[in-house]
């Protein structure tokens, strides 16, 4: 499978508990993302990397959330103290930076915090 | 700030006719780029079409047209003789041209394709 992996697919978690999400990119692009999507609506900008640097954050993105990409080559996302809120679907997506915003996402991972 | 508006939340057609989704956006940037994602039942977006501010040709791929006009801030996707396998959501999304990387999306446009 050379498509872009996240895992796991779905995590149910009480309020309070930290969470952590894993993306595989494809393998040659060097660009990664993070969005979120809630049930109808348009996915959300949360961050990227390119290679192994976070270029840019968005705003929605707390200080309760953290994410890294150590050798510029799987991302993970992490949540602390979840609250229902933070309950969507977090999807990640990879480029090559010659071809912005043409992205390749992942299937997902689903949160629900209960 | 940059917006995009998709009024249209959810369409039904029959099998064969054609369709446009509709797309506005707001920016303040001169350099911009325009795209169309498609997210099918599985879930997955699909990337579908990238424009950028200066080309404002319209483009078609297939069953598959777009519609770029700056005057009105529009990006229109229309599809031809539509199929069940159209059906999908569909977002419009926009980003800078300068700096920031992150897309902007639209809400989408639920599309049904009736047999």
């Known amino acids: 499978d050379t498509g872009v992996s996240q895992n796991p697919r779905h995590k149910i978690t009480k309020r309070g508990q930290n969470v952590t999400f894993r993306c595989d990119p494809i393998?040659?692009?060097?660009?990664l993302y993070w969005y979120r999507q809630t049930l109808g609506q348009g996915p959300e900008f949360l961050t990227y990397?390119?290679?192994?640097?976070?270029?840019?954050k968005s705003r929605l993105l707390s200080d309760r959330f953290s994410a890294e990409r150590p050798k510029g080559s799987f991302s993970t996302l992490e949540i602390q103290r979840t609250e229902q809120g933070d309950s969507a679907m977090y999807l990640c997506?990879?480029?090559?930076?010659?071809?912005?915003?043409?992205?390749?996402f992942g299937e997902g991972s689903r949160l629900t915090v209960l | 700030a940059q917006k995009v508006t998709q009024a249209q939340t959810e369409i039904s057609v029959v099998e064969k006719e054609d369709v446009t989704l509709d797309c506005v956006y707001e920016?303040?940037?001169?350099?911009?780029?325009l795209f169309w994602y498609k997210q099918p039942p599985s879930g997955e977006l699909v990337f579908l079409i990238r424009?950028?501010?200066?080309?404002?040709q319209n483009e078609i791929s297939g069953r598959y047209s777009w519609n770029f006009q700056k005057s009105t801030s529009s990006f229109n996707f229309t599809i031809t003789a539509s199929q069940v396998v159209d059906s999908a959501v569909y977002f419009c999304?926009?980003?800078?041209?300068?700096?920031?990387?992150?897309?902007?999306f639209g809400k989408g446009t639920h599309l049904i394709i009736q047999p």
């Open positions: 997506a990879s480029s090559l930076a010659r071809r912005p915003g043409e992205l390749f």
């Open positions: 393998s040659e692009h060097n660009r």
């Open positions: 990397f390119q290679n192994e640097a976070q270029l840019e």
């Open positions: 920016t303040r940037d001169t350099t911009y780029y």
């Open positions: 424009r950028n501010s200066f080309d404002e």
């Open positions: 999304a926009l980003r800078s041209g300068g700096g920031a990387d992150g897309l902007t």
